[in-house]
C-alpha cells in the first residue's frame, strides 16, 4: 500500500463535472496523518459523565465504609435483662451488657438502654465509668454516665428500667417497665 502503514487513500470528487476549478479531475492521493490512528482510551480525557462516575464510586465506597465501621444495631431490652450480680459493680462504674447500661452510683443501682437513640447501634461503655459516660461508635454521639446526650447526632435521651435486686445480689432489668432517669434501686 503506497504511504506506509499509518497512511490512507482519499478519493477526491468534485462538483458535478468531476472536474475542480482548475480543471482537474478526480485525483486520488495518498495522505500521512498527522497524529496517529490509534488514540489513548478516552478515559484520559475528562468528561460530564467520567466525572460524576469517580464522584458516585466515591460516595459510595463513603457509604459502605460507614457502615463497616457500624458494629452492630439492636433494640432496647423489651423484658426482664439479667444484670449480672451487685457484687461485681463499684460506685462510679458503668457497665454494658448487650442492650443494657448498668450503674452503680451513690444513691444505688440504675439501668439504661445501651442502644444509641439515633441509629440503633450498640453503644460502648469504654473506660466503664459513669464520668466518661456511653459512645456510640457509628455515628459519634455521646450520653452522659446517665443516659443524657452530650453530643449529637443523637437527640434523645437513654431511657432508664426497673431494676431489682435478688437477696443474692443478682440484678433483673425490666425493659417492659420504664421509669425516669433519677429513679435508682437501693443496694440490699
Do not use: W
Not at 463499684?90 to 444513691?107: F, R
Not at 450498640?122 to 452530650?150: E, M, Q, R
Request: aromatic share 4%; net charge negative; charged share 15%.
Amino acid at each position: 500500500m503506497p504511504g506506509g502503514a499509518n497512511s490512507f487513500t482519499v478519493r477526491r470528487k468534485f462538483g458535478s463535472t468531476g472536474e475542480d476549478e482548475h480543471g482537474r479531475g478526480n485525483q486520488v492521493s495518498t495522505v500521512k496523518p498527522q497524529t496517529p490512528v490509534f488514540t489513548t482510551p478516552i478515559l484520559d480525557t475528562p468528561n460530564r459523565r467520567r466525572v460524576l462516575q469517580v464522584i458516585g464510586s466515591s460516595a459510595g465506597l463513603a457509604v459502605v465504609g460507614g457502615l463497616a465501621s457500624c458494629q452492630q444495631t439492636g433494640s432496647p431490652p423489651s423484658g426482664p435483662v439479667s444484670g449480672g450480680n451487685v457484687s461485681a459493680l463499684q460506685v462510679g462504674e458503668l457497665l454494658v451488657m448487650s442492650n443494657v447500661a448498668i450503674g452503680l452510683d451513690s444513691q444505688g443501682v440504675y439501668a439504661m438502654s445501651a442502644i444509641c437513640t439515633h441509629a440503633g447501634c450498640f453503644l460502648d461503655d469504654g473506660t466503664k465509668t459513669i464520668a466518661a459516660g456511653l459512645d456510640c461508635p457509628c455515628h459519634g454521639s455521646t450520653f452522659d454516665g446517665n443516659g443524657a446526650v452530650t453530643g449529637g447526632p443523637a437527640r434523645d435521651p437513654l431511657q432508664h428500667y426497673l431494676v431489682t435486686i435478688a437477696a443474692d445480689g443478682s440484678i433483673t432489668v425490666d425493659g417492659s417497665q420504664p421509669v425516669s432517669a433519677s429513679a435508682r434501686t437501693a443496694l440490699p
